[in-house]
């Protein structure tokens, strides 16, 4: 219960920041993907399961909140949240660098993705300009705060795990 | 892992659970859009305050930190505009003579007509779209202060958007620059009809896309682009953009441009909603 409430928490926390601070004043910018950090953090420490419902919900955000249509957003992030829980055998508190390559591949798959269903099909084909002007930088901050926030979530995730431990040992 | 106890549902179920919600959702929403509005208005009524607040702390802090910066500077040029400023007083009054000519002068040629006054009311943006792609925002303002879908949003001279969703306190916002924009514009000393494209990748270098111009136009840089006469949702005249660049089409028939905005969208935090709708104005 405990870490449904925290979860919740951070993901509303997430997505308010990511459409507020980052595009204070600018409509058009780059905006580090903030859900898909968290998303790939939660995927990452605690299996797909987890993965899944964090990117189910994030994704439910996103869709509410700009897609006309709801679903896509949801889709896609849940996607990622099921595919990154697969590394979850692979992960240790201690790894910077696992994270660091999974969130790139993350956020240029999820861009790309994005290209394909809104602008590829909209005929615009210049990929090459959108790769460079858009996906690329997107990525780069992404991972730049994937750094920082990274240790936070795992110190939650540390946190939340020994309240439970606490519980079932009683 | 830890799916072992009894009561967890293997991961692979649920995807497929979750996978058949969204595709659902996704039917339902595209061919019956109202159905699932409530879904959204609930979700948005709980996230807008707490943007909103964070938006308001991000103006604080804001206007905070370039007062700090610009005291220094400002003391500067406030020493130099003011030996400015006499200059133009004088310059003023001519203006002021010139001015009460140029009324009458519309008088006499009513052509205050062309330029209709509507009634606005002002807004604050509070969010934008969460991701690199679109250029959505969110203005303060909904169906509780006058607000309609396709309402026209004006910046500073210029048309900043459409208002595409509207909520009880709060509405949407399509940007002008936006993908998926589309407006019927012409372009002012010649009356040349043409249509607007928002365009993602062009306004990386800060234009946006004017097609189908006639070839026989008789358009030159600098020109203005203004929203039709012919356009269902916008009102007429209303400034948005000035054209930089101009191509003739392959097929030569038409005329391509480039305007650039009359909107500066990197720096939007006030915006004016024009509360008449287009069909009463007609």
Known sequence: MRRIICLGFLIIINFTLQSTIFGFHDINCITPNLLLILTMSFGLMRGRKEGLLVGFFCGFMVDCFISGIMGPFMLLYMLIGYVNGFFHKNYMIEDVLLPLIVIIIDDIVFNFLVYIIYFLLHRRLELSDYFLNIMLPEALITSLLTVIIYKFYVLVNRYLKEKDRGKEAK | MRYDRKKDISPKYLLLALTIICVILMIVSFFAGEKVAFIKKYTNSIITPIQQGINKIGVWTDSKLENLKEIEELNCENDKLEKEIDGYKEQITIYQNKLAELEELRALYELDESYPEYNKTAA?????????????????????????????????????????????????????????????????????????????NTYQNGVLVVKNIDKDAKITVGDKVVTSHISERFHQGLTVGYIAEITYDTNNLTITATITPAVDFNNISDVLIITDKKTEVD
């Open chain 2, 124 to 200: 604050h943006v509070f969010a934008k779209d969460s991701t690199s792609w679109f250029s959505i925002f969110y203005i303060d303002k909904g169906t509780n202060d006058g607000m309609f879908v396709g309402a026209n949003v004006m910046c500073h001279d210029g048309l900043a958007g459409i208002i595409i969703e509207c909520y009880d306190d709060y509405s949407k916002v399509r940007a002008v620059i936006d993908d998926n924009s589309n407006i019927s514009a012409k372009i002012m000393p010649s009356n040349a009809l043409c249509t607007i494209e928002g365009n993602l």
